[in-house]
């Protein structure tokens, strides 16, 4: 059973910065993606970022030049740096990490998710 744990979530003032941590453990054959989300208030859970076992990352719109997703050399473990932080970054961060098993089957797992405050 794969376990996903994310914490460093906190409150910070606008404009701050805080970074996020996301470990992977348990049995795994290969986390091939770790990514970050996140769930507003009232809001659907949205993707924030992403990186594959290559290094290759994804990020929204709308946290682009501000958050930066990284991963270990274990690739079980993802970190997200969040910087010049809004209130509209408010939300639960959830990590997420997608096991490859076969080259064609993968299995999904997330975190329980860390609660990110961004208020003056």
């Known amino acids: 059973q794969v376990q996903v744990v994310e914490f460093g979530g906190g409150l910070v003032q606008p404009g701050g910065s805080l970074n996020l941590s996301c470990v992977v453990s348990?049995?795994?054959?290969?986390?091939?993606?770790m990514a970050w989300y996140r769930q507003a208030p009232g809001r659907q859970r949205e993707f924030v970022a992403r990186?594959?076992?290559?290094?290759?990352?994804l990020y929204a719109d709308s946290i682009k030049g501000r958050f930066t997703i990284s991963r270990d050399g274990a690739k079980t473990t993802a970190s997200l740096q969040m910087n010049s932080l809004k209130p509209d970054d408010t939300a639960v961060y959830f990590c997420?990490?997608?096991?490859?098993?076969?080259?064609?089957?993968?299995?999904?797992?997330w975190g329980q998710g860390t609660q990110v405050t961004v208020s003056s």
């Open positions: 348990g049995s795994w054959f290969k986390i091939n993606i």
């Open positions: 990186i594959d076992t290559g290094g290759n990352t």
């Open positions: 997420y990490a997608q096991e490859l098993v076969l080259a064609t089957h993968t299995y999904d797992f």
